[in-house]
């Protein structure tokens, strides 16, 4: 079963890193042109509002409410069903995400007023403009989101998590053939236009698979199926878990559309690697758990056994490679951003204020990313309910500290107000922390004890730790005058071969394994 389980979080993981790696491509192609400009900020704040309706409708909130119960009629070999389930979910999610598309493009003036307040003249009226041209992109992409949640539920993850590439790809090649003659302004429409084009490749490449899998899918809106009354009564609190978090987000636009030009678009730079790990580890194991814990079967007890064996080792893949993440980003932030980043517009100044904010990230990022893990749990025993309250505790405590580290503390104590970014990634992952205790102590009082021993964390933390210092001994080492990629690449595999030894001497079985697996 671990096997198995290696295999299909490797396909996700596989897919996940080509398309990242496709995003960091499109992120310092947007750095050189954009840099930490007006143009910048804009597209920025305005690339949060209508991923919203993607984040609100797309792949969690569908994946925890729709692929338990798809999965399960799968299981029980009644596809014709699953089938009707699926098809009647699609022309529900078209009607409803087609209205509210209609609806965000008639009131994007009042959003932009709520999401950026700090934003006026040029910079809050190309975000208007912007936002206007990017609300049907986001619908097309829920619509992508619906096509994972089938494959993923007949175990067929890599081409669900490698269609963004060709959403970056389009972007990555407007912005080269635009860029040389246009303003910046004029290169973000360009930009924005792309992103809607990217997102119908995106939708249109899955497609064909979908129906190939599962031919049985009749789009019929059908609210008296049981099926289809249980997908919507789980997507509900979902929906408003996922509403909370996504709301968390719009706060700390708010925030951040205070601090100084520039604060948006590095804020936007750093989430870019930060949740590449959550993407990329986190992410990958959670989807390739969640239908096979939602396939369990037999009594209460044997399932509780299973979930809590599936649980636990996905518990240690996750956090085998999220210690040695958040180490990298604290030690060694600057080397990553300054290669990934540093190109055109885009200062070394610049990335030394991404990298605070990244490093203020890693407070949180290995609760955030265990957490979804736990999440899913709870969503293949169809209880949304529970994630959901205490999303809105962590959403409530990270807006207080976030409001008190990003604003208030630099005033009280004097510094400079860029630093606040910092602050506010700091703040969120205290709140991931309390989330994360709370979704295990709940969990475990409902299945039994669950979660990784101290003695196994200490030892990733004290690898990670020992691999820093001599990355960090090799980049003091090296002369200024190296490029910053040759920089990275003579710093990083230092520290990921020093990680991978020190775990193989400490004898962390996902070290091993990975060792057993290279070596054949």
Known sequence: MAAKARSASLLVGAGILLSRIAGLVRQRVFAHYFGQSIAADAFN???RIPNFLQNLFGEGVLSASFIPVYSRLLADGDEKEAG?????????????????????????????AFI????????????????????????????????????????????????????????????????????????????????????AAQFFIQIPVVFRVSAAISLRSSWKNSGVKTVTRNFIPVFLGRGVVQLSAFIDTIIVSFLPQ???????????LYTLPVSLFGMSVSAAELPEMSSARGTSAEIFASLRQRLNNGLGRIAFFIV??????????????????????????????VWAILAGSTVGLLAATLGRLYASTYYAL??????????????????????????????WMGWSAGWGG???????????????????????????????PANHIAKLWLAAGVAAALAWLTKTAIPASWHPIFRAAAVVPVYGLAYFAATTIFRIEEAQALFRRIRR
């Open 382 to 411: 169809q209880d949304t309910r529970t994630p959901l309250k205490f999303a809105l505790a962590r959403v409530l405590l990270g807006t207080a500290l976030g409001y008190l580290a990003a604003v208030l503390l630099p005033r």
């Open 324 to 353: 040695p993440s958040a180490m990298a980003f604290l030690a060694l932030g600057d080397v990553l951003i300054r290669a990934l980043f540093q190109t055109g517009k885009f200062t070394a100044s610049d990335a030394n204020y």
């Open 84 to 112: 009707r389930v699926a098809g009647a979910i699609a022309a529900i999610i078209l009607l409803v995400v087609s209205l509210i598309v209609l609806a965000g493009v008639l009131l994007t003036p009042w959003m932009v």
């Open 45 to 47: 704040a305005a690339f």
């Open 422 to 452: 910092a602050g506010l990634t700091a703040a969120s992952g205290i709140a991931a922390w309390v989330e994360f205790f709370l979704l295990r102590r709940k969990l475990n009082q409902r299945i039994g004890v669950t979660g990784l």
């Open 262 to 272: 520039g604060m948006p678009a590095a804020l936007g730079y750093a989430q870019v």
């Open 116 to 199: 950026a307040p700090g934003f006026d003249g040029e910079r809050r009226e190309l975000t208007i403009q912007l936002t206007r041209i990017l609300f049907p992109g986001a619908g097309v992409l829920v619509l992508s989101a619906w096509c994972l949640g089938i494959l993923n539920s007949h175990r067929k993850f890599f081409l669900s998590y490698t269609a963004p590439v060709l959403w970056n790809v389009v972007m990555i090649g407007a912005m080269f053939w635009w860029g040389r003659f246009s303003t910046q302004n004029t290169l973000a429409l360009s930009l924005a236009w792309a992103s809607v084009v990217g997102s």
